[in-house]
T-cell receptor, first 114, second 117 residues
Framework: QQQVKQSPQSLIVQKGGISIINCAYENTAFDYFPWYQQFPGKGPALLIAIRPDVSEKKEGRFTISFNKSAKQFSLHIMDSQPGDSATYFCAASMIKAAGNKLTFGGGTRVLVKP | GAVVSQHPSWVICKSGTSVKIECRSLDFQATTMFWYRQFPKQSLMLMATSNEGSKATYEQGVEKDKFLINHASLTLSTLTVTSAHPEDSSFYIC?????????????FGPGTRLTVT
């Protein structure tokens, strides 16, 4: 059962443009929503994360928008740069659950063209 | 801070042999570590959760006798792939949680590429 659905699977954006990746979740008990960036052959690195008590969080060029009622959250990459070309994963977890496991979305491959 | 290392970064082994992968938290104590596998162009799939000093909890469909996990100390967890076969070839990634720093964040290692010939 895929509890976190991510779209699109791939994305091409021009340098300076905005990359938008969307995720939808089913389990209303999720209370932590991180985004990870992964380069080929490397482990994922945390970009930014949000909890459901806020609707938006911004860190530099990265912004998470969160819609609790719709059970959706998205990542916006402003002023996209070629160095942002990577695969991005959304995830969700229940902080107080035993094990506090992350459930990952399917990933989005972003290519930023110079 | 919050650095996780893995060793080796890549390994090639023959079918039928066993391979051990180490995951270390370098600057924090990790009471919980996680092991994932990732096939090309796919997402991370959780294999098991290990807590220091206790048996690992495996996800449904993961063979515990094939993927042996040991979390003997607060800074080291090992994954042993026993009697490896070509279908076990994958990218194995560990992560660790620092309960003293954050209740939610996981810190990921750089991954280990396993190729079974």
């Amino acid at each position: 059962q895929q509890q976190v659905k991510q779209s699109p699977q791939s994305l091409i954006v021009q340098k300076g443009g905005i990359s938008i990746i969307n995720c939808a979740y089913e389990n209303t008990a999720f209370d932590y929503f991180p985004w990870y960036q992964q380069f080929p052959g490397k482990g994922p690195a945390l970009l930014i994360a949000i909890r459901p008590d806020v609707s938006e969080k911004k860190e530099g060029r990265f912004t998470i928008s969160f819609n609790k009622s719709a059970k959706q959250f998205s990542l916006h990459i402003m002023d996209s740069q070629p160095g942002d070309s990577a695969t991005y994963f959304c995830a969700a977890s229940m902080i107080k659950a035993a094990g506090n496991k992350l459930t990952f979305g399917g990933g989005t491959r972003v290519l930023v063209k110079p | 801070g919050a650095v996780v290392s893995q060793h080796p970064s890549w390994v090639i082994c023959k079918s039928g042999t066993s391979v051990k992968i180490e995951c270390r938290s370098l600057d924090f104590q990790a009471t919980t570590m996680f092991w994932y596998r990732q096939f090309p162009k796919q997402s991370l799939m959780l294999m098991a959760t290990s807590n220091e000093g206790s048996k690992a909890t495996y996800e449904q469909g993961v063979e515990k006798d094939k993927f042996l996990i040991n979390h003997a100390s607060l800074t080291l967890s090992t994954l042993t792939v026993t009697s490896a076969h070509p279908e076990d070839s994958s990218f194995y990634i560990c992560s660790a949680r620092d309960w003293g720093r954050s209740l939610d964040e996981q810190y990921f290692g750089p991954g280990t590429r396993l190729t079974v010939t």
